[in-house]
Each structure stands twice: as structure tokens, then as C-alpha cells.
């Protein structure tokens, strides 16, 4: 067995489930991002909602069906270090 391969060696980060990825949404249609829980708009990235990865793609989809892509709602992974967590 390698240090690789034995589970006593690696460190508790490594068998810690993946933290989930959380997504801002910016609308390109008001040049803001969106505000918890899609009430709204701010132009503080520190204000804006905190998505998951499937809220945020249902989000995204339903911005697409305006069929103008100036106008569909982008998400944007959000770093821990981006504001709120």
C-alpha cells in the first residue's frame, strides 16, 4: 500500500466529503446580480443570493427561454471568499 492509497496516512481533508458549490446569478437584462431567494436585484456582489448548483441552473434555464442571449442569466461559481458563505 502507498501513501496514496492508504486511508491512516492521508489527511481528514482528503476523506471529507466535497463541500457543495454555491452560485451567485448575475442578470445580464439589469446588470445586477440577484438577491436571496430571486427577490430582487443589487449591485453588491456581497448581497447577492446564494444558490445551489441545481437552483441555479433552473434559474439560468428559465432566463434562456426569452430566447435572447443578452438577456439569460449567468451563474457564477462564488468563492468562500466572496462575502457571505
Same mark, same amino acid.
Given at each position: !500500500?502507498? @501513501?496514496?492509497?492508504?486511508? &491512516?496516512?492521508? /489527511?481528514?481533508?482528503? $476523506? @471529507? /466529503?466535497?463541500? /457543495?458549490?454555491? +452560485?451567485?446569478? +448575475?442578470? $445580464?437584462?439589469?446588470? !445586477?446580480?440577484?438577491?436571496?431567494? %430571486?427577490? #430582487?436585484?443589487?449591485?453588491?456582489?456581497? &448581497? =447577492? #443570493?446564494?444558490?445551489?448548483?441545481?437552483? %441555479? *441552473?433552473? $434559474? *439560468?434555464?428559465?432566463? =434562456?427561454?426569452? #430566447?435572447?442571449?443578452?438577456?439569460?442569466?449567468? !451563474?457564477? %461559481? %462564488? /468563492?468562500?471568499?466572496? #462575502?457571505?458563505?
Amino acid at each position: !500500500m502507498t @501513501a496514496l492509497t492508504d486511508p &491512516d496516512i492521508l /489527511p481528514d481533508s482528503v $476523506h @471529507a /466529503p466535497p463541500k /457543495p458549490i454555491v +452560485f451567485l446569478l +448575475f442578470s $445580464h437584462e439589469y446588470r !445586477m446580480w440577484w438577491l436571496p431567494d %430571486a427577490c #430582487g436585484y443589487t449591485n453588491n456582489r456581497d &448581497d =447577492a #443570493g446564494r444558490y445551489s448548483q441545481e437552483e %441555479a *441552473v433552473e $434559474h *439560468v434555464v428559465n432566463s =434562456a427561454y426569452s #430566447g435572447v442571449l443578452s438577456l439569460v442569466t449567468s !451563474m457564477v %461559481a %462564488a /468563492p468562500d471568499n466572496w #462575502g457571505k458563505s
